[in-house]
C-alpha cells in the first residue's frame, strides 16, 4: 500500500514569493491534515478535511494561507505571500474514516526555508 | 497551545538500555497514541491507548495510561540504535477528530 505522498521534499524561496505544496493521501482516507512543524516542536494542526469539506481552519493564517482539496483526494496548501518567519515543516496526514479515534499516517514532509 | 507536554526533552542511553519517556496532559481524554519521528522523516503511529486502559503492549513498547494523573509513558525496552528518533504523545483536541501533539522527547541510542 502506497503511504501519503508529498512533493516538493524541499523548497527555498525568498521572502514575498509564493509557494505551494502537494498531498496525495492514502486510497481511501477520508479526513486529511495538513500540519506544521517548527524546528524542535510537534506539528501543529493548521486546517483539517473531512473529504473535500474544510472542517477545522482555525490554525490557518488565512491573509496568506490557502488550501484546497479537489474531489475529497489530492491537495494543495499554498503561501502567499511568504515571510521569514514560515520556514518550517509542512506535514501532510491522513486517516479512515470520519469518527475517531484513528491513526494518522504521515507523509514525510516538505521542508521550507523562507530567505 | 499544546495539549500533551513529554518528558524528558532529550534523552541519550546505551544499546540495549529501557527508555522511558512521559507525557501529561490537562484535559480528560478518550484516548492517546503515541507516535516516533526519525530525523527528516514524517511521524509515524507507534500505539494508542483508550481511557479505560491502563496498560498496553506491542513488541518491545509498553504503555501505561493514568487518567487520575492525567499523564501516560512510553517504555521502549531492550533499545536498539535504530530507535533513535523523537517520540511524542498525541491527544484528542476540538471535535476529538484532530490530535493536538506534544514538543517530543529527543531520544539517543548509543551503539
Known amino acids: 500500500e502506497a503511504g501519503v505522498v508529498q512533493s516538493p521534499r524541499y523548497k527555498i524561496i525568498e521572502k514575498k514569493q509564493p509557494v505551494a505544496f502537494w498531498c496525495n493521501p492514502i486510497s481511501g482516507h477520508n479526513t486529511l491534515y495538513w500540519y506544521r512543524q517548527n524546528l524542535g516542536q510537534g506539528p501543529e494542526l493548521l486546517i483539517r478535511y473531512e473529504n473535500e469539506e474544510a472542517v477545522d481552519d482555525s490554525q490557518l493564517p488565512k491573509d496568506r494561507f490557502s488550501a484546497e482539496r479537489l474531489k475529497g483526494v489530492d491537495s494543495t496548501l499554498k503561501i502567499q505571500p511568504a515571510e521569514l518567519g514560515d520556514s518550517a515543516v509542512y506535514l501532510c496526514?491522513?486517516?479512515?474514516?470520519?469518527?475517531?479515534?484513528?491513526?494518522?499516517?504521515f507523509g514525510p514532509g516538505t521542508r521550507l526555508t523562507v530567505t | 497551545s499544546q495539549q500533551g507536554e513529554e518528558d524528558p526533552q532529550a534523552l541519550s542511553i546505551q544499546e540495549g538500555e529501557n527508555a522511558t519517556m512521559n507525557c501529561s496532559y490537562k484535559t480528560s481524554i478518550n484516548n492517546l497514541q503515541w507516535y516516533r519521528q526519525n530525523s527528516g522523516r514524517g511521524l509515524v503511529h507507534l500505539i494508542l491507548i483508550r481511557s479505560n486502559e491502563r496498560e498496553k503492549h506491542s513488541g518491545r513498547l509498553r504503555v501505561t495510561l493514568d487518567t487520575s494523573k492525567k499523564s501516560s509513558s512510553l517504555l521502549i525496552t531492550a533499545s536498539r540504535a535504530a530507535d533513535t528518533a523523537s517520540y511524542f504523545c498525541?491527544?484528542?483536541?476540538?471535535?476529538?477528530?484532530?490530535?493536538?501533539f506534544g514538543s517530543g522527547t529527543q531520544l539517543t541510542v548509543l551503539p
Open positions: 496526514a491522513s486517516s479512515l474514516g470520519l469518527a475517531g479515534p484513528y491513526e494518522q499516517y
Open positions: 498525541a491527544t484528542p483536541s476540538g471535535s476529538a477528530r484532530q490530535l493536538t
